[in-house]
């Protein structure tokens, strides 16, 4: 009298899925569309729901543990003769994190609604959710909730250790051996990937960002829906925008293995790496070639709010055909930025920074913007990567062409 749940078809050429953490033991009662289990794929954290209500017989993997699709992720008893969930590996099953609250029937607490980067930020603190009052929609407990809560137990327990957040050590890990999961093991494999599949090909800009500082002030204090949310990195997006407009070569990628063919995408999905408390996450702007300055900078300000809430959702994190990269936003100059699996280039941003430039003979101090234009030489030669990298450097240096339409 049992129902098998197999690992459901999630789309997007994805084959297997980590198990993050079981919502469920052996013997709960569950109920049907109650979330039983976060796991990650190559996209995303996701909660997958019941098809059934029942209690719950036996999980079909552990914690930590990789499940190919169509393998068996749980059985339940729901009262009926042994079914195989068949069906299920058809469609799409995928409940993400923002979808509500979890119901139960079983003993445990409620589970509080909170994103897996969350849950992990409050397991480093030792701090146990249920305590934590989430301010996010929904009553959902958000990092900033979990921040405040560590900040304030502090300073209450610890008052000379004041201005000490309680943040982890950046690049802290206990020694011994620790399993390659989660976003980092996600990360590991598709720069592998990257790194073995792709000739890397990287050239190097430094401009004078004077006019971009002063456009993306000036933009900032218009009265205008986006307009707060244009930052130096949106500018360069809407550059990049128009530059694989132009040449859409860049835009493509290199199908099959070993290359059978390439691909120039019809749309511009830009993805913007950001950098979160799990791991480096890349949501993704589809059709950025649609959208105008503003738009593309309230578009860009969401993805990367949900990206450091952890709620972004499988389709937020596909479909990318080029990537940009600010590691200037922790104060880098110069990097060789990796191409993502699927693309044929990656644009690398430094910070901008006030720097000796040379102005009619004279070396002076002027905000300076480094950029580096990653390519995969097998579809991009000199002459294209120079010429794609001028488009955007030119309209950096006179972003007033931004505003106007190609």
Sequence with gaps: MAFQFRLPDIGEGLEEAEIIEWLVSPGDVVLRDQSLVEVLTDKASSELPSPVAGTVLSLGAAEGERLNVGEVLIELDDGSPLVVDDNELDAPSIKTPPTG??????????????????????????????????TGPGGRITSEDVRATRTHAVAETAPSSRGNDGEPGLGEMPTGRHPLRGVRGVVARNMEKSWTEIPHIHSMDEIDATLLVDFRKRLRGMDRQGAASITILTVVAAATTRALRRYPMVNSCIEGSPGEAIMVHESVNLGIAVATDLGLVVPVVQKADQLDLFALATVIADLARRGRDGTLTPADLSGATFTITNYGSMGGRWATPIIPPGQAAILGLGSVADRPIAIDGNVVARATLPIVLGSDHRLIDGDLASAFKGSITADLMEPLNLLVED
Excluded at 112 to 132: C, H, N, V
């Design 101 to 134: 609250s979890t119901q139960s029937t079983s003993t445990h607490s409620p589970r509080p609604k909170a994103s897996p980067a969350t849950r992990k930020l409050a397991r480093e603190y030792g701090l146990d959710l249920l305590a934590i009052i989430g």
